[in-house]
């Protein structure tokens, strides 16, 4: 680790990772020395992919952007900041319907670990609406992700959730 590196977390599911994703990943890491993209544990959705495919979805998705990183977590988000001596969380923020919840996580995360600021970048336009519960659904009835997900992951992910059906 360099002295005084920036370090940033962005902290997700990433059940696949998606467009909307890898757009918050790319810029945020235009605006800090190193991101820790982390596949985490949402206790209130249940993942489709296993974290292991999760990080190598991203993996193939944002391996080529030289400062970032990509691990798995099973814990807190506050310890694993803390851990890696991170000075940022990043979340993208959609819709106002993400932002009730997205802020009670912020507040929760800064009494768990005051060193860490949550800044969220706003979604670009065309990725508003975009989800991945949207694209695990249009993909598990055979339709297009094309425009969701990058051609290097689209067909896995297609197939894997064509199987589950
Ligand atoms: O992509 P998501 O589902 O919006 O990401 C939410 C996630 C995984 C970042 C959040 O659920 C989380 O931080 N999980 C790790 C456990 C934790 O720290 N929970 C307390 C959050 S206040």
Redesign the pocket.
Known sequence: MQMNERIAIC?????PITFG?IDIITRASAMFDKIIV????????TSSFSSEERKEFIIKSVGDLKNVEVDV????????AKQKNACA?I?GLRAMS?FE??F??????KK?NPQVETIFLTTSAENMYLS?SMVKQIASMGGDISEFVPGSILQEISNRLKKNK
Do not use: R
Not at 38 to 45: E, H, L, P, R, T
């Open positions: 902290p997700g599911s990433f059940d994703h982390v596949v985490m544990k949402n206790n209130n959705k977590y099973d814990g807190l988000l506050a310890d694993y969380i979340k993400d919840y997205e009670q996580m912020a507040l929760t995360n768990l991945s």
